[in-house]
């Protein structure tokens, strides 16, 4: 039976369409996948289902009746529950009450009685907070039950907040990026987690990763969303092997590159790149006489606040390399770039740059050795004119350069110089990235998604210029989604998975190898169902679902014997269902 | 009741007992002083719920704590009514103005309702408080004289019996203190500090913002309106000064400072604002050891409100009673010899 029933759904933001025509039906019990690259639109269609946001467009039935009128609230209370990709917890409040909170909110309670503390708010009261206190210890949170929700670890939050949508009581649960900064091991954990939550409480789930070996184990039917639509939908297997899902995940694959490569059988997508316009390279082009390594990074560590987000990374760019690094969206490789670059302090590990220890060093000082980071997003300060933005660099630089040195490389910025720079197209903007970065001399440039939101075109001739600069002897270390063009143009690659480099391997071999990369990107298929079993069994150290607590949970016993259970279960180390089934064994022996 | 609201209940009848004894015996000019920090109390305990609960900023309470003492004035002055009836008038003048100020809070946050709050407050100070046109509500230039009242049979009025009106207020404001603390741990409590800490995961996790937005400003707008409604009691009249936007600066600014999360700070805030200055225009001027003049007047006031107000923020960043409070528990638990939790990492 549908649940779920999403048509034609449109929303545009001023002159974006973030979402346009989306059909989408979810029937009792499944699991729905939704995946899709950044900025696809599968958050703002979680908005649009949980009513954060009203559509242009199109019409959403939850159970036969709209949601068109319904606030948020109206939506919760007939069960719709959701999770938020940034963790949304109430940070000021204690776990346990993060999970009385849905509970009584549903229940619409008396704030005159909750004052007066009359027996109703009393009694109401007790339940919420049984419940809440069983979940809990359905999801293993108990140790966390008095902490303030914003002293918590942020994979702990995850699964705070998976619990505070669960003690509402929904039948459709919306799950937000549920496994961001979980390592394999406890992502493993959470698909069993999800199966058994379905089990227990009975709930449908759509679901929003981008680790899709997550989605590919756990999801029943998957929707790709690309540019705001279906790209494609199908069960996993399906999905996976789609020609189109695999395109707009990995850029489309160049021609000759798919006579060379066995594993893609009869693309179902050519594309032609047009003729790249003449750059023009100064004939005098010589290997700057640098040699040997120049950025040797060994064992660091990074994180935000309580997060850690990559772990044990090494990684060496020779001086006039082009190293890129690729994984999936969470894989660490931003982060990677940032603690190299100073803007956040590497825990651990170890950082030099041409014979300097530059670990925790001051971007500023890291800049000036000639190490230049063009961000995410660029970086660029939207009402500066070209020239001006330029120029700033020149200065801060120090460096007596021209700024006709920039412009003989991007021709197109010398038409555009007295333009503000955030009224240029994306392609250009990064023009004006890349032009302030190499305008510093940079020996080391770093550069992450650069063709991120960029046209096929543009992404090609700044493929283009990244060959230029390494014929100039300036290294790159590339960050990249479209991994057909960066393995084109890098000598080596290394590939992130969950805040680690997995492999590390010359361009040309991962180019031929395909399987690999779509591995790391698409989830490759499970080797055998039980070694995932002795995985997620082995490393117990995360609690999950137990169905015989669940039903001692429900069973009418007073809160003191529940309390006392569970304290000892806590203390002996063992689930309390288990120990309840044997003390009822043994007392019905006696009697 | 449940263990804690007896406790709580013991903990008021314990503060009343001392707090109501306090001013006894003190000439005239303090007691008054006691009074109005009864009165004071009630305006940052009204930004307690609004800011400390609710997470909503408001820059005009001392504006409903006037239009209720307006509306009491008129109701016992202007229309010879009873004091309680005043008094119920003037806390439904305010709570109406509260939910009006509430209508806009809906869409705003942060420091455009900070404005928009302030804006009404500077309205209400120049166009109704002070303006001919609102005579039969403000009582013309002159405002109300209150010279006698009684509240249930009890004679209050200001140069008498200003003590029994202290010991009153005294003990509506631990009754209001109270019920602040128990909806505090409450589900509808917990609500209000939803909206606090994330509108977005409240709304979408089944709490009605528009309702619980406009009822924590509907009931903050009456506890400012308690307090206001005895001032025309206290001082035997009323006039727009005590109510005029500055006030509703310095109760913001004294909430901060002492903990705007907590009630038991309101008391705090109350005496400060109260005692302070007339401790300081009182006592600021003479000489020190016979040489040097000194004459600190009110002025000098708000210049420590102000100082003490960055010093609280860089030194007590949870205002001074939280984390005098928080640093208690700490100190209990080490004389407990509780291990400290750790968190731990990801």
Redesign the interface.
Known sequence: MTMLRIRNLGVRFGGVVALHGVSLDLNRGEILGLIGPNGAGKTTLFNCI???IAPNEGTIHFEGRSLRFA???E???RGI??T?QNL??????TVL?NL???I????R???LS????LPF??Y??RA?SERARAILHALGLGRYRD?LAA??????QRRVELG?ALA?RPKLVLLDEPAA?LDAGETEQLAKLLHKVRERFRVSMLLVDHDMSLVMRVCDYIYVLDFGKVLSRGEPPVVRNDQKVIAAYLGEPTPELVEASPTVPEPVITTTIPDAPQLPRTDAVEVAGETGTLLEVTGMAA?YA???VIRDIDLTVQAGEVVACIGANGAGKTTTLRAISGVIRPRAGRVTFGGHDITGARPEHIARLGLAHIPEGRGLFPRLSVEDTLRLAVDAAGKPERLEAAYDVFPRLKQRCRQAVGTLSGGEQQMVAMARAILTQPRLLMIDEMSQGLAPTIVCQLFQMIDVFRQQGTAVLLVEQFVESALAVADRAYIFEHGSIVHEAPAEELRRDRGLISGSYLGSAPDSTEAIEVAANGNGHHRVLDPELMEILSMRVPAEVKRALEERAEREGRSAGALALELLEEVNHTQ | ??P??IVRFAIAIVAFAILARLPVGLDPAFQFDAALAVIWGFGILSLVLLTGYAGQVSLCQATFAGVAAYGAGMTVAGMHGGYLLGIIIGVLAATVLGVIVGLPALRLHGITLAIVTLGIALVFDKYVFQDHIFDWFTGGTGGWQVTQASLFGIPVDSSKHLLTAYDVMLALFGMVAV??V??HQ??????F??I???E??????????ARYKL?AFALSASIAGMGGSFYPRIAGSVSPQPFWVFTSLQLAAIGVLMGVRYVPAAALGGLFMAVVPDVLTRYGHGTFMNRFNYDISYDWFQLAVGVLLVLQLILLPDGVWGDIRAKALRAWDVVRMKPR?E????
């Open positions: 949980s009513g954060v606030p948020p609230h939506r919760a209370r529950a959701r938020f949304q917890l109430w940070g000021s409040m009450e009385e909170l849905p009584d909110a549903i229940a309670r008396n704030t909750d004052a007066l503390g708010s009393h109401a009261e919420a902490r002293d918590l670890p942020a994979g702990i505070r509402m900064g994180g309580h997060l850690e | 009741m449940m804690g609201h019920l602040m128990n909806l409450s589900g509808a409590g917990r609500r500090r939803a606090r800490d994330s977005l995961a409240a709304s979408t996790m089944g709490v009605n913002l009822l939790e968190v731990r990492p990801a």
